[in-house]
């Protein structure tokens, strides 16, 4: 079943605040073999000029895919998420996270295409301080594989 084309410029709420800790950035470091003392040592952080230790720049991740479960669980989309997988990523940071920052994420429905029996769904997660202060902001493309109908007739 195709995705429903109506939620393209659809927007969410925002999550729940998201308390980010100097153990989850190391742990989140560690995992990808980030070796940098910046997200490690506060004293080295500092020294570079951060208030604490900084998050490696793919740390947004966890949060950008967390307000993914909005669309994800949203029955109206008619998102068959056992045929997802995921196309595409990128980060426009505004500043780095650190330690301290209590952050809300809000997503957006940017696209939906139809191409080769794929639906392409372009969503934009907008992470900011509780105050409202732009901390990143994530895209990804997610590939729900053989729900489309083709409007140009490239299904074969």
Do not use: W
């Not at 993914?68 to 669980?73: C, M, N, R, Y």
């Not at 392409?120 to 202060?133: D, K, Q």
């Amino acid at each position: 079943m195709p995705l429903d084309q109506s939620f393209i410029g659809r927007e969410y709420p925002p999550t729940p605040a998201y308390e980010v800790g100097r153990e989850k950035i190391r742990e989140f470091a560690e995992a990808i073999k980030d070796r940098s003392p910046l997200h490690r040592d506060p004293e080295a952080a500092k020294a570079a000029g951060y208030p604490d230790v900084i998050a490696p720049p793919t740390f947004a991740v966890l949060l950008s895919m967390k307000a993914h479960d909005a669309i994800v669980e949203d029955p109206q989309l008619g998102l068959d998420y056992s045929r997802v997988v995921h196309g595409q990523q990128e980060f426009a940071h505004h500043r780095p996270i650190q330690a301290g920052d209590r952050l809300r994420t809000v997503v957006h429905v940017d696209d939906i295409k139809a191409r080769a029996g794929n639906d392409f769904l372009t969503v934009r997660a907008e992470i900011t301080t509780v105050e409202g202060e732009p901390v990143c902001t994530a895209k990804s493309t997610l590939v729900a594989r053989g729900t489309a109908e083709d409007p140009e007739g490239e299904d074969a």
